[in-house]
């Protein structure tokens, strides 16, 4: 009897073990699971400044901040059509703060540049922060579930809030502070309800999405379209040497966020 | 064998029952955030890591350094360590728990957790620890459990459980260097980015958890009546010298670079952790106390046992001071500056130091608890096996 037992409780833990371990051997051996693996591949190996083979739609901006020095109330204009329209709830708590866009002074959002002897108008205007889209995104390559990835066709570093653990290994792999964490129930949060776009639960990451959802509309990104008439972000397609986008990079010279680590940027900025 | 945890003498008790209070009030303080959020915690959008992936990464070491008397013994034939190894492997499932129960308390959706198995994700260095710790602790519980009846048997163990023995070995380097892997590979993160991690992360492990061992040895010497033998203690000790003196090598190399380089990013966390850094006009120490407390514990614990091993005088006393005091300084430095230090200029360069709230501590002690009456448990059984045997 109690050797029958014994043998009943090998067989239904080995089951049970096979059961929970099943869908990963499944999973690993049957797709090329690899989400980091880039299209930016046939750009070659180890070189970090390189440009990209225009592969497909990848998309891009430019943000001339000389359109906006002096004007803080242009930029809060922006931080503000995007948040609204993405539910993005307010925290006065910075501890808890959940941000898309936002302004910071330039020593912040470029740590790596140097700010000695730097131009005074550089030192009393603040500067746009957001998700860098990088071609080689260090947050989708810790995320241990693919719950933040690069959408192949368009470049977007994306999330599916519905598959997020919220480990929030992503905020310490992102090295531009992108990110932000559900800390509490946004609900309360949320100023005025969007129904067209979904609120986050509580527990998940979330981060600028280049407003993906509105670019199949033929919606410009929120933050864009608030500064149209300035022009003072431009947004398109980074591989099609004939979008605006690309014009202006050809015209002007640009600077980005901690060029060094290799992640490859989406953002570039005229100051 | 379960049921030699059942029998004991009222201290027995009362120390399980100590721990059932700190484990309940654990436990009401994780209800509370899992039903009001992360939120309750210290951490925030600039600092999302805290005292719980800290602990997680100390225990991790705790967890590996049972290989310093499963590696001499079943690899050298070490006959001395013959009656702590499975204290070894033992320590290493009770680690583990709590490192697991470390990570269920971090995360925000505790509930999707399985998505880790659902999708996996071979690029994220995470996967992987979660598929190495998986694997260590099963190996430990087969290991443990199976040379644990047989002896009771007075049986040699059959030749099969010897593959997991060898197994574990690697799978113990492996647990955490991966999880040093976690923080060494994120760009922008300057005090983590070194490959320097990993060694050091062993080299505390091989130190903190043999005198976490010694230290449950001498408590057993006095209450359980049971002894793990001088010549043990003192080839362990040996152990833990060299492996806390490499340790400190291995800081001191972190310092040479950060401050011969001269680059701000290699001393700011530096800086930070042990002298405090200036910034803006405010001036931010927090854990400047704790860090030189690392320094003075371990250093004593050093001098305490390289004392005892000259003048030929090692008691009981002045090894169990030496392993506390190098276990607690390990525990300042891995448990707190290194998550923490890696963590006070953020990617904005923005300074931003750590409160845990009382919740938080409320949730870590009570899994500290759970993992201490775990291992009590399997600790009395082994014993209990090691009388039987010997009575």
């Known amino acids: 009897m ?74 809060d204009k922006a931080i503000e059509a995007c948040h609204s329209v993405h539910n993005v709830p307010h925290f006065e708590d910075k501890k808890n703060e959940v941000k898309w866009i936002w302004k910071m002074p330039f020593e912040n ?163 | 064998m379960i049921e030699k945890a059942l029998k004991g003498k009222p201290a027995y008790w009362m120390w399980l029952a100590i721990l059932g209070v700190f484990i309940t009030i654990g436990a009401v303080c994780y209800l509370r955030q899992f039903f009001y959020g992360l939120g309750m915690t210290g951490m925030g959008r600039d600092l999302s890591w805290g005292l719980y992936i800290s602990q997680f990464t100390f225990l991790v070491g705790v967890a590996a350094g049972g290989l310093m008397l499963v590696l001499p013994y079943y690899v050298h034939n070490y006959k001395a360590f013959g009656r702590i190894t499975i204290l070894g492997e033992f320590l290493a499932i009770s680690a583990i728990l709590m490192c697991l129960m470390f990570i269920m308390a971090d995360i925000g959706q505790p509930l999707r957790g399985l998505n880790m198995m659902l999708y996996p994700t071979p690029n994220s260095m995470l996967f992987w620890d979660m598929v190495v710790l998986l694997g260590y602790l099963s190996l430990n519980i087969i290991c443990g459990w199976v040379i644990l009846t047989h002896e009771r048997k007075q049986v040699k163990p059959p030749k099969w459980v010897y593959f997991f023995v060898y197994l574990s070995l690697p799978f113990a380097v492996s647990i955490h260097t991966v999880t040093a892997m976690l923080y060494m590979g994120l760009p922008g993160r300057h005090f983590w980015l070194t490959a320097i991690t990993a060694p050091r992360f062993l080299a505390s492990a091989f130190a903190a958890g043999p005198a976490l061992i010694v230290l449950a040895c001498l408590l057993m010497k006095r209450v359980a009546n049971f002894d793990a033998g001088k010549e043990a203690i003192n080839k362990v000790t040996t152990i833990i010298m060299y492996a806390a003196i490499i340790n400190a090598f291995f800081v001191a190399l ?138």
């Not at chain 1, 430019?62 to 906006?68: A, E, F, G």
């Not at chain 2, 401050?259 to 042990?274: K, V």
């Not at chain 2, 614990?301 to 001071?321: E, F, H, M, P, R």
């Not at chain 2, 845990?356 to 209990?384: D, R």
């Open chain 1, 2 to 75: 109690d050797k029958q037992r014994r043998k009943f409780l090998k067989i239904a833990g080995a089951t049970a073990l096979a059961g929970v371990s099943a869908p990963a051997v499944v999973k690993l051996t049957s797709t090329p699971s690899l989400a980091a693996s880039d299209h930016g591949a046939a750009a070659g190996h180890g070189d970090s400044h390189g440009e990209e083979q225009p592969t497909g739609i990848r998309y891009g901006m430019v943000i001339d901040m000389r359109k906006l020095y002096g004007k803080p109330e242009l930029m």
């Open chain 1, 109 to 271: 959002v470029f740590p790596d540049h140097s700010v000695y002897y730097s131009a005074k108008i550089k030192e009393e205007n603040e500067y746009f922060a957001l998700c860098n889209h990088c071609d080689h995104p260090p947050c989708v390559r810790v995320c241990p579930t693919k719950a933040t990835f690069k959408m192949e066709a368009t470049g977007i570093v994306a999330m599916d809030y519905h598959r997020c653990i919220g480990c929030r290994f992503c905020m310490m792999g992102c090295p531009y502070g992108a990110r932000s964490f559900n800390w509490f129930d946004a609900k309360p949060n949320i100023k005025k309800y969007n129904p067209d776009f979904s609120a986050r639960t509580r527990g998940v990451v979330e981060k600028c999405n280049f407003c993906a959802e509105r670019l199949p509309l033929g919606k410009e990104p929120a933050c864009v379209e608030a500064l149209k008439d300035t022009g003072a972000i431009v947004f398109g397609d980074l591989n099609d040497p004939h979008s605006e986008l690309r014009k202006i990079l050809d015209k002007e010279p640009t600077i980005q966020r901690k060029p060094t680590l290799g992640t490859k940027p989406s953002i570039f900025y005229i100051v």
């Open chain 2, 254 to 391: 972190e310092f040479f670079v950060g401050y011969y380089s001269q680059i701000p990013g290699h001393i700011h966390s530096l800086q930070y952790l042990f002298f405090g850094l200036e910034h803006h006009g405010e001036f931010y120490n927090n854990l400047v106390p704790f860090l030189w407390a690392f320094v003075l514990f371990c250093a004593a614990g050093l001098g305490l046992l390289a004392y005892g091993k000259i003048k030929d005088k090692l008691s009981d006393g002045l090894v169990g001071a030496a392993c506390a005091l190098i276990f607690l300084g390990l525990y300042l430095d891995k448990g707190l500056g290194f998550v923490l230090g890696g963590l006070v200029v953020t990617p904005l360069h923005e300074i931003v130091e750590y409160y845990p709230t009382a919740n938080e501590i409320g949730i870590t002690l009570g899994i500290w608890a759970t993992g201490f009456f775990v291992l009590t448990l399997l600790y009395k059984i082994a014993i209990g096996v090691e009388h039987e045997v010997e009575g």
